[in-house]
């Protein structure tokens, strides 16, 4: 089975930051010593409610017991692991656990994920159709770009029986996986951040879970949604260097991302559509990607 470079599509979207590039921007510190001491806590997060909003939450529970946590907000996907590995940061909280995996392969790194966050379930929507079953011959269907979701929707349609595929992982499936497709659907490859813009543009489109609530959709009108086993490449991890693993500072960090105060408020954004797999262990399951 070959392997598919997770990163290629998103090395270029961020215009392939070079490592350089970062230590100009004040983001990595090549052969740093630790990111921070004492009682505080630097993590790089991503600029989206959940990611934001758990962090705000850690950081007030994290003061009540002494702690400081400094978050720093990006866009970037690339710049955090890298921050991290070279010592400017203790931890991230970006990214899934096969994207952590396979960047950790092509940069030579050994960033680990520390524990999970929530799960980003995907699913396909519609603006023009009820069911897959009413999907037209030759209709368009938007899917990720990036290799690292580009077969979620593929293995949602296979399980429909509107497309035969050959035998592949989940993260690890494409269109060149595609053996048999009937309906003669045609892919239309969108950057993720994108596919809720052009949904109206397509017959049926891929969206990750928390998209498709922001675009006001929900679970209980997608026309697919994600298996529970398919999901598990895709739990969201806080991430740390393999010396940050096991700390006093790693353990108040997950004490406060997992507390009371951070499930409910998963509870509450968009009715619950983003489950919390705290008993789960990420290292255990990276194993078997």
């Known amino acids: 089975m070959q392997r598919r470079n997770f990163l290629k599509y998103a090395l270029a979207g961020a215009g392939a930051v070079s490592a350089a590039a970062l230590t100009g921007c004040g983001l990595t510190n090549p052969g740093g010593a630790g990111a921070s001491g004492g009682k505080t806590i630097k993590i790089i997060v991503t600029e989206s409610a959940p990611y934001q909003e758990p962090t705000k939450l850690a950081q007030k529970l994290l003061a009540a017991q002494g702690w400081t946590l400094e978050p720093t907000y990006v866009t970037d996907i690339i710049q955090p692991n890298l921050a ?92 060149k996986n595609i053996t048999a497709n009937p309906k003669k659907l045609q892919f239309v490859e969108v950057d993720q951040q994108s596919l809720a813009k052009t949904l109206p543009d397509v017959d049926a489109g891929f969206l990750v879970a928390r998209m498709a609530a922001d675009a006001g959709h929900s679970k209980d009108d997608a026309l697919a949604f994600e298996k529970e086993a398919d999901q598990v490449p895709f739990r969201i991890v806080v991430a740390g260097r393999k010396d940050f693993a096991g700390s006093e500072k790693a353990a108040a960090l997950k004490a406060a991302f997992q507390s009371p105060e951070v499930k409910a408020w998963f509870a509450s954004y968009q009715k619950g559509i983003l489950p919390t797999p705290w008993d789960q262990d990420p290292a255990a399951d990276a194993a078997k990607l």
Do not use: C
């Open 84 to 175: 991290v590995a070279n010592g400017e940061f203790d931890a991230n909280f970006f990214q899934h656990n096969a994207y952590l995996k396979q960047f950790n392969q092509d940069k030579g790194l050994e960033n680990v994920g520390l524990f999970y966050v929530y799960s980003a379930p995907g699913g396909i929507w519609s603006d023009k159709y009820k069911s897959l079953n009413e999907l037209p011959d030759g209709a368009k269907i938007g899917i990720p770009v990036d290799p690292a979701n580009n077969g979620r929707a593929l293995f949602m349609l296979r399980d429909a029986g509107l497309l035969e595929l050959s035998d592949a992982t989940v993260i690890h499936t494409s269109q």
